[in-house]
Nanobody
C-alpha cells in the first residue's frame, strides 16, 4: 500500500502565494509521474501540473507562468509553488503518483486525500 500525504493548503488573498507538498510512502520501487490536480465544487477534477522522474514538466494553460512543479526523488515528494493566486484557483488540490511497487512490474496509481486552497478577492 502506498500513501500520499498533502500539506500546505489554506486561505490566501488574491495575488498571494502558497506552496503545496505531497510525500509518498510505502512499498515503492520507483515513481514515474507525480502530478497535481484540482477540483472546484460542481466541476470535474482537472490536471494542474505534472512532472516525470526525469524532471519533464507539463502545465495546464491556466497556471502557466504562475505555478511551478518540482520534485525531490530522494524523498518521494512533489511540490507545487503557486504564485499570483486568483479566486478562480480556489479548489481542493489532489496529488497523484504513478509508481511501481517492490516486486512488481505493474504500474499503479494513488491519490492523496486533498488539501483545500481558498483564494479571496
Amino acid at each position: 500500500q502506498v500513501q500520499l500525504v498533502e500539506s500546505g493548503g489554506g486561505l490566501v488573498q488574491a495575488g498571494g502565494s502558497l506552496r503545496l507538498s505531497c510525500a509518498a510512502s510505502g512499498s515503492i520501487f520507483s515513481i514515474n509521474v507525480m502530478g497535481w490536480y484540482h477540483q472546484a465544487p460542481g466541476k470535474p477534477r482537472e490536471l494542474v501540473a505534472a512532472i516525470s522522474s526525469g524532471g519533464s514538466t507539463n502545465y495546464a494553460d491556466f497556471v502557466k507562468g504562475r505555478f511551478t512543479i518540482s520534485r525531490d526523488n530522494a524523498k518521494n515528494t512533489v511540490y507545487l509553488q503557486m504564485n499570483n493566486l486568483k479566486p478562480e484557483d480556489t479548489a481542493v488540490y489532489y496529488c497523484k503518483a504513478e509508481y511501481r511497487r517492490v516486486g512488481s512490474l505493474a504500474t499503479f496509481g494513488s491519490w492523496g486525500q486533498g488539501t483545500q486552497v481558498t483564494v479571496s478577492s
